[in-house]
């Protein structure tokens, strides 16, 4: 038999049909759907007068415009409100399983498919919302869609797809001390840009990806959409099953034995054929911060924005506009530069693992005057978990705060707004202008970064607070 | 349900020679809480359209009463970013019904298609031609013939072929809906249900 890759396996084995010159039908075993790209799919369905087709594989949580303050109230803003109780509204009629706000199962979509042991190896998953990449920490073929796919999925169970390209980024060597799963996909990001992997489904392989916890996975397969990238995937190994061994929850009829059997065959056979491969040395990746309005204008935290002269003549011009957007000038060094705000939260950072990192900096120090940090949890079990182990009284101590779970700054939705003009260090994926709050500076970066920034007030390296 | 056909497209253009426009540029996230499709054009571009006090930044060229059309002409790498449909809808309301672009992120290329936009993808140079010649003189035309697959800048310009779906293309034309299409082979899905739940059960 032909060597297959593991995306290759995934994806075939979904396929119900392949339409003439077209697309394939994909089946999806899960299915996840949030208040934002989900209320025109379901008027939709209103509209055709059809029902949801398999409802137990949906399913919903309200995470993108809900407060991260006061949650047990209702929602002040009309809008957000509006769109919260139509989601409520749906699931009700439709029959779909729901976590809505206060739900102790709530939280950020793709913090809590994993948590809740939804996301499984060998699946395919889709979810309106680009980050559903995250899910192929797991194994699994996981792509963000658009509204009228959510609303395909809805009908059928399957979505038109035409299959991408497959490529294979391998990370070897060891990583050094304060590089973290952040800094990996950011440097791979700033290495080939955020173009770079537009048209391929990425698999992540090599030592340092083998080394990550389950948790910086995650991040790494999160970001894979900030290269282009249809999706990214790592093949599951122990860590993988025994990570899913230990989860409290499962959804039911959950068949952990057949599992078992097949996950051994989830993985790139020997000699199976990509279409693009890179290669990356892990031991050259330092802490990273990026310092323009993609995420593929990324650097180390103590090397130098690059001068016009390192810049394509032709993209000079929209090089400069970025850097002005950010208050900065080709050539110039950011450790030292002033920051307003830090958040960490979010799909990529918001995992318990990303709290106590930051927390293992900011242990016995204290917040620095002048800047305002908002510190959300993925969800309500990363919550509890984190005032459980006494990281919310280490960041109490500190000067800071722990808020309640959801997307908050991470695309400002909500009322946590970076003002205009002003620097934020953010755990976060997306340095667009205006992502964060219309004029808002956002500078990427891991949670370690966040806290060297948080406790001196300026962009500092997190190798020197270290223990 | 039937969508407006495409067929062949004849109109000014508004140029936007930026590279990487992304969705939060395209429409904003803080314009994402409506729950129709409807009404999006109006804050289309908007951090670009409109200063901090709300009032019409008169440089951008969508409030430069020279410009307009159907067409829209944008840098490399365009609609990068969220999944988010609502920045399709926003271009569509706003009436544009073709984008031509050197580049174009796989989410939106899908989400415009699925919506009667058309992304053309066209060479790098023929986009660097086009944006000039439609930037110094706003009553330029080009037209669009899907059927043929070819651009061209009218009248006696150059003109491209361009790829599309085959597949994605007869529904453009015929104003198909994909929907349709999936609940026409419920059979298909069904019984491919039953044989995967078999297999693993093995
Ligand atoms: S945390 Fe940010 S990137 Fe993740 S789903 Fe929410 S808005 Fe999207």
């Known amino acids: ?467 | 349900m039937s969508k407006e056909k495409f067929t062949l497209l004849e109109s000014t253009c508004v140029p936007l020679p930026f590279e990487n426009i992304d969705t939060d540029q395209i429409i904003p996230a803080r314009f994402l809480s409506a729950t129709s499709r409807e009404g999006f054009g109006e804050n289309l571009f908007r951090d670009w359209r409109y200063d901090k006090s709300g009032n019409k930044n008169m440089e951008f060229v969508m409030n430069n009463p020279l410009f307009g059309g159907k067409i829209l002409i944008a840098g490399k790498n365009f609609g990068s970013g969220s999944s988010r449909e609502h920045a399709v809808w926003a271009i569509y309301d706003y009436g544009f019904r073709a984008v031509v672009s050197s580049f174009f992120a796989d989410i939106f290329r899908n989400n415009a298609l699925n919506n009667g936009l058309l992304p053309v993808v066209v060479p790098e140079k023929f986009l660097d031609k086009l944006m000039d010649l439609v930037s110094n003189d706003p009553s330029q035309k080009v037209s669009i013939d899907l059927e043929n697959q070819v651009i061209s800048i009218i009248p006696g310009g150059d003109s491209v072929q361009f790829e599309i779906n085959p597949h994605k293309k007869e529904c453009l034309l015929k104003g198909l809906d994909d929907i349709d299409y999936l609940l026409s082979r419920k059979d298909q899905i069904i019984a491919f249900e039953t044989a995967k739940t078999a297999k693993d059960e093995d």
Not at chain 1, 109 to 136: A, F, K, N, Q, W
Not at chain 1, 147 to 166: F, H, Y
Not at chain 1, 389 to 399: D, M, P, T
């Open chain 1, 1 to 467: 038999m032909e060597p297959k890759t593991l995306f290759d396996k995934i994806w075939d084995s979904h396929v119900v049909q392949s339409v003439e010159k077209g697309p394939d039908i994909l089946y999806i075993d899960q299915h996840f759907i949030h208040e934002v790209t989900s209320p025109q799919a379901f008027n939709g369905l209103r509209k055709r007068g059809i029902p949801v087709f398999r409802p137990e594989r949906t399913l919903a949580t309200a995470d993108h415009n809900i407060p991260t303050k006061d949650q047990d109230k209702p929602i002040r803003n009309e809008l957000s409100r509006n769109q919260v109780d139509r989601l409520t509204e749906n699931c009700r009629d439709f029959g779909i399983e729901y976590f809505g706000l206060n739900h102790p199962s709530n939280g950020i979509v793709h913090v809590i498919g994993p948590e809740l042991g939804y996301t499984r190896p060998g699946m395919t998953i889709v979810c309106g919302d680009s980050h559903t990449s995250t899910h192929g920490a797991f194994g699994a073929v996981a792509f963000g869609i658009g509204t009228s796919e959510v609303e395909m999925v809805l009908a059928t169970q399957c979505i038109l797809q035409p299959k991408p390209g497959k490529m294979r980024i391998s990370v070897n060597g060891k990583l050094g001390k304060g590089v973290t799963a952040k800094d990996v996909i950011m440097y791979i990001i700033s290495q080939i840009s955020t173009g770079g992997a537009t048209g391929y489904f990425v698999e992540y392989a090599g030592s340092v990806i083998r080394d990550l916890s389950m948790e910086g996975r995650m991040t790494v397969c999160n970001m894979s959409i900030e290269m282009g990238a249809r999706g990214g995937l790592i093949a599951p190994d122990n860590k993988t099953m025994n990570y899913l061994k230990d989860l409290p929850s499962f959804p039911l009829g959950f068949d952990w034995e057949a599992l078992l059997t097949q996950w051994n065959s989830f993985k790139s056979d020997p000699g199976a054929v990509f279409d693009r491969e890179l290669q990356f040395d892990g031991s050259l990746i330092r802490p990273m911060i990026t310092y323009g309005t993609n995420p593929g204008m990324g650097m180390a935290i103590d090397d130098s924005i690059p001068e016009i002269g390192d810049i394509k003549a032709e993209d000079a011009p929209s090089f400069l506009k970025l850097l002005d957007y950010m208050g900065f000038k080709p050539g110039m060094k950011l450790l030292g530069h002033p920051v307003d705000y830090v958040f960490v939260g979010s799909c990529t950072n918001g995992r318990i693992e990303d709290l106590r990192e930051f927390a293992r900096i900011v242990k016995g120090r204290k917040k620095a005057p002048g800047v305002t940090a908002l510190i959300v949890p993925g969800s309500k079990a990363v919550e509890k978990q984190a005032i459980s182990e006494g990281i919310n009284n280490i960041l109490q101590k500190a000067g800071f705060e722990l808020r309640q779970p959801g997307c908050s700054s991470c695309l400002a939705m909500n009322e946590d707004k970076i003002p205009p003009g002003k620097y934020a260090v953010s755990t976060t994926n997306r340095n667009f202008e205006g992502r964060q709050g219309p004029g808002s500076r956002t500078l990427l970066a891991s949670p370690l970064v966040a806290a060297a920034a948080a406790i001196t007030g300026k962009l500092s390296d997190p190798r020197e607070f270290i223990r």
